[in-house]
Each structure stands twice: as C-alpha cells, then as structure tokens.
C-alpha cells in the first residue's frame, strides 16, 4: 500500500482520480439507497402538502433563520415523546424542499407545536416573546405584521409540483386566491381550500384581522400546520398501525 | 494591492475583458431581476466590475513587465488573500460576539429585520467558515503550492479570478443573508446564482493548481497538496450535490432544492460533516504539514504516517455525516455505518494529530520561545482533542445526551477556535514577515498578546459550552419520582445565562486577539523590505 502511495504521488492525476474514488464510496453507500425513498418511505393516505398560505409562512420561517433554534425533529426517545408528542416519521417531511429538521434547541422541538396555542398566543409571542414568557430569550419580530407578498406563490408552487409535491394544476392556478382565503373564513374562496387541501385545514383569521393578508398570517398558519399534515404519528404511538 | 504590474500584455487584456464580462453579468442579473436580492446582488457585481475595468484598463498600455519577474514567485495574491482572511476574520468574529450576546440579552438587537439573530447568526457561520477559513485556505495553498513545487504559479490572471470571485461570492452570500434571502440549508444557505458562480471559481482554481503542480521541479508532490488537492476536489463534489436545486425563476433569488425530506437530510450532513472534514480540516492539515515543519525546523516526523492518515481521513470521514442524524428518521443501519466510521476515524485523525506533535521532538525549546510555533502546537492538540470529542460524541447513547445541545457549539468551536484559526495564526504569522522580506512581525509581544488571549478565549468559550451542553441533556431527559418530566423547557433555558454570558467573553478575547494580528500584520506588510527572498528554479535559457 505505501509503496502504491509512493508511486500514487509522483502523478498528479493520478492523485486525482484516487482521491475521488477514496472520498465517493462512503457517500454513495449511505445515500443511494436513500434514491429508493418511495419503496422505503411509506406515504400516509392522508398526508397533504402545505397550502400557499403554510408554504409562504415556511418561506419567511427560513427567511428569518428560526430553524437554527428550534428542531422540527422528535427522536424516538422516552423523554422526547414525553415532552414533545410522538417521535417524527420520515413521511411527515416527504414533502419537504428542504426538510427543516434542525440541529439545535436554544428554543423547544416544534414538530408537534401546531394547534398546541391559541392563534392569538402565537400573534402575541412573535410580536413580544417575553410579555407571554417572560424569561424567554427569543428575538421578537414585530416586522411580520406587514402585509404579505403573494407575487412569488404561484411559480414556487409550480416549482415543487415539478420537484413532486402533489400540487395539481388547479391548485398552481388558485395559489394567490387560496392564500387570501385561508386567513379570510367569510369568503367564498374557502371552499376552494377544503376542496383542494382537505376539511382538516385551519381556515381563520389568524393575525386577528381578516381584512389585511400579513405576513403573521402565513407564519402562524405554517406554525399551527406543523405535526398536523397527517395523523400516522399519531396513529402508531396508539398501536393502531400495529408496527 | 491588485497590482497589473505583474501581468503581461495579454494578460492584462484577458484581466480587462473579463472585468467588463462580470460588469456585464452583473447588469444582466440586475436586468433580470428588476427587484430584490438578486437585482442587490447584481448590481454588486457590476459595481466590481467597473472598478476592476478602471483597475486593470489604467494598465492596459503601460510598459510590458520586466521578465525577470520568472525568476520569482507570484506572492501578490496571497499577500491580497491573507487581508481578506483577516478582515473577515474581524468582520465575521464581531457578528459571532454579538450575536452570543443576543442570547444573553436578547432584546439588544433594534427591531429591524436586519439585525435580528436568525439573520445573523449564518453571517457569522458563512463568514468564518468560508471568509475566513476559505481565504486563508486559498492564499497560503498558493504559497505552499510554489514552493513545495519549486515553481511560479502558471499564470497571472486566474489566481485573482479565484480570490476576487470567491470573495464575491461569500459577499453575495452574508449580504443575501440579512436581506432575507436564504436556502436555509446549514453552512450552504447561499442562493442558487451564488453556488453556481462558487462553482465556475472552484472550477479555475482547480485548474491553476493543476497546471501549477505540472510545472515542478520536485518529482514528488508534498503531503501539503495532497491535502489542499483533497479540499479542492471533495469541497467541489460536495457542494454541486448538495445544493442541486431548482430556481422559482430566472429573475428571482429563491429556489427549491431537489431533495426532500429524509433524503435532503442525509445529503445535507454528508455535506455539513464532510465541510468540516474537507474544508476545516483537510486544507488545514495542509497547512500544518506545510508551516509547522518550516517553522519548527524539523522534518515531519514519519512519512509513513502520513500517508496512512491521509488515506485514513479521505475514505473514512465520508461516511460519518449521519450520525447528525441518531434516533431520527434515518434509516438504522445509515445512523449505525455513521457511528461507527466516526470511531474508526479516531484513528487517521491521532496519526495526523500525532505525527504533528512528534515532529516538534527536538524544538520544544522553540515552542516555548516562539508564539507562532507555539499556535501551531495548540492548534494540533486541539485537533487531536476535537477528533477525540468528535468520536465519542457520535456514539449513540452519548449523542442522545449531546444533540441538539451547547455541547454540539462547544465541539465545533474547540475545532474551529482551537485547531482551525490557530493554525491560521500560525501560517499568517509566518507568511507575512517571508513575503515583506522581513525576519519577524513588526511586533513580537503583540502575537505573545495575540497568542494567550486566543487561548484564555477558547478555553472559556469551549467549557462554558461543555457545561451548558450537559446541564441542558440532563435537565430534558431528568423525570422526579412520580415519572413526570422535572423541568419545563424554559427553566432549561433559563440556566443557560452564566453560560451564554462566559461564551460571550470567551468569544470577545478570541476577537481581540484577532484585531491585534490584523493590526500587527498590517504594520509588517507597510514595513516591508522588499519581496519573499526564496526563489522558484527556473529553466536557463540555452547558450
């Protein structure tokens, strides 16, 4: 072997092409299987993908770096499961360009967050974390109450259908509307959101104000969405999968 | 500092359009654009551009350059990439202490997008890992590269292309950062025009090297440029994979990555480990092998060792990206193969850090005298520290105490703090006064100054951080006598503060020690003698 080196680094290609070969085996081992996700990775009937107002509320998610705090991740750990709910299967981020699973907890898991606090808690807590908790030490962000720009709704969504995230034509077309009527439950639109999304949607007004479309509104229903896009979970923690 | 008086008639010509084409792209993605990030971005590289055409169009009809300059080697970019390192370093270090004090004070920041943590805190990952860290890489490997190669580099233009489009890059980067744009991806939250643009610098530098490596007088290739050839390709490979995406539209920053959920994470920390594998070690282990044994005067103490730890961190740290992953929903057997080459990897990571130390038998006197030696001697011992915590740390059990904890911070900044940026101290330290024809620093008790607050920071930041990291595990998983959890989620964060506020200090030295090395570099560059001393062996021409 040192004798192979010793001729190895007289050419210098030579060490190239070594050096690909040696640094490739491991990836392709550990992340080709992987390419059979759909044999692997079981699908939940009932999994739904986010609607346009949940997708721009992840976008600005991203945009305001939460994930570097808070993990979208349960380990299959007791006390994880005690705390938290039950632990996140592979499915639940089938959809998910990128998956937001996270690396740290300066701030809690929110894999099970959605519909844990009322809409006007999250409002409140974004706005001033410490008026709700008051040693809590997260940055407020009081700039989501400004109106939300929709512009980009529609060609992000087309975006993922291409990637395979079952959005249909339909739902690519009415991105702009289905958003604006998620936050409105007085509206015609909404009917069109049970329809393409399910009846287990949250169709309210969750800044509080029907009449403005704020970036709250999208951040607090990506929020309320998290942990609710299907019951498997929920489902094999009961024994009802008998896994 | 980006001096044309090197470049030749052609050169010059090639530098000239090349400044007008990145005008031109810059204009174009502004065009495309019409708003936004991209439209900012955009208009950055066009501004660059136009000073480079003022730059390099002021020289275009000057007087040729004398040929002797052959008879050299080609320093001016390295000097230009070691004043990136260090303004990074100040830059992105001062964003790393402020926002540890976010978290300690949290309502420090204005309530302006812009300086809130989330934002921040990639500006500071970006900026040391890929400003500091990547700039340091590339100007010391173009140094290492021509003397361990006894030539000049090839060409004159290509060296600047890299340095000053890489730049560009981490520019567009933290920029797009605090604008709200972002991937989100870890250590790659760069948007997609900026990767691709990563790629085509990447793609030049590989090729200089190459073409460098061609041209030696030594039939061997040292064991420094295996390391940096390592870095070079592997960082290549890594970041085309991982940050394959789809834009949402020519004219707009955001884009989706072609990976989704339990697949997206496999591929995104067999990329975030393999960064810390390939970018903060392999490149520096190149410059360890290189400047510890100039410096200390001694031949690396086994060559054998060498190779097999070379060989030994190539194959093996490839595989250790999913123990990122422990008790999630990667598949078993991914997080078991993860574990177990992260203990093996124990392994060619001792023989490296080993190999460094023994090289030192016979020069510990020089150690004690020399600070710059001195960085580099901590700098192996944190790494052979780090690669210890690293192994133990991806052993399941351990990893389901240390997870998603400050112990994870601690481990990275012990690598990062303790091996990475020492031995960029070190090679700074020894570089600048070489390439300003001078014996030593302008200053010597300032690197003695530089060197124990770099260690007191450390030290401070990374226990504080063990300790925050083990009283966080033990108070989440603590169930009291009736099986109910002892803690809330917020008493946990609440017996973080003493810690938070001891990272802060600790990262506060850290910073100081490094405004004193860019002030004291400054100085010896300003108080130059004249350029490096040592010379390429060039051909001479036939009677």
Known sequence: MLKLHYNLEKLSMGLVVAIIVAASIGGIVEIAPLFTIDETVEIPDDLRPHTPLELAGREIYMREGCYACHSQMVRSLADELDRYGPYSLASESAYDHPMLWGSKRTGPDLARLGEKYSDAWHVQHLIDPRSVVPASIMPAYPWLMRRLDTGLLRDSMATLARLGVPYGDDAVAAAQADALAQARPDSDGVDGVFERYGEDVAVRAFDGDPAVLTEMDAVVAYLQSLGRLTDAPYGILAGEDGE | MIAAGALGMTERKVAFALSFALAVLGLVMAAAAGQGVMAVHGAMAMLLGIFLIFRTGGALYDDGPADERFERYYDAPTRFGIAM????????????????????????????????????????????????????????????????ARARLAEHVSPWFVLIGYNLFCLWAVSGYVLGSTQSKEYAEAEWYAD????????????????????????????????????????????????????????????????????????????????????????????????????????????????????????????????????????????????????????????????????????????RDDATLRFMFVAAVFYGLSTFEGSFLAIRPVNSLSHYTDWTVGHVHSGTLGWVAMIVFGAIYTVVPQLSGRDAMVSLRAIEWHFWLAVGGTLVYTVSMWNAGIVQGLMWRAYDENGALSYSFIESVQAMAPYYLARTVG???FLMGAVICAWNCRATMRAARGEAPDRPIVAQPAE
């Open chain 2, 85 to 148: 390192t260090l303004v990074w370093a100040i830059v992105a270090m001062a964003v790393g202490v402020w926002v540890a004090a976010l978290l300690y004070w949290p309502e420090g920041t204005p309530a302006v997008p812009w300086t809130s943590f989330g934002r921040l805190r990639p500006v500071h990952t970006t900026g040391i890992i890929f400003g500091f860290g990547g700039n340091a890489l590339i100007a010391t490997s173009f140094h290492v590269l021509q003397r361990t």
């Open chain 2, 196 to 367: 691709l643009w990563l790629v085509i610098v990447w793609v030049v530098y590989f090729v200089l090297y190459m073409r460098t490596l061609a041209r030696r007088h030594e039939p061997h290739i040292y064991v420094a440029n295996w390391y940096y050839l390592a870095f070079i390709l592997v960082v290549a490979m890594l970041h085309i994979v991982n940050n394959i995406a789809l834009p949402v539209g020519w004219g707009v920053a955001e884009s989706f990555p072609v990976w989704a959920g339990v697949q997206d994470a496999m591929v995104q920390w067999w990329y975030g480990h393999n960064a810390v594998a390939f970018f903060l070690t392999a490149g520096f282990l190149a410059m360890l092998y290189y400047f510890l044994p100039v410096r200390s005067g001694r031949p690396i103490w086994s060559y054998r060792l060498s190779i097999v730890s070379f060989w030994g961190i190539v194959f093996f740290y490839v595989w250790v990206g999913s123990h990122h992953l422990h008790y999630t929903a990667l598949p078993y057997w991914a997080q078991t193969l993860g574990m177990t080459f992260s203990v093996m990897l124990l392994v060619p990571s001792w023989a490296a850090a080993g190999n460094a130390i023994a090289t030192l038998n016979g020069a510990w006197h020089k150690v």
């Open chain 2, 507 to 509: 990262g506060g030295m």
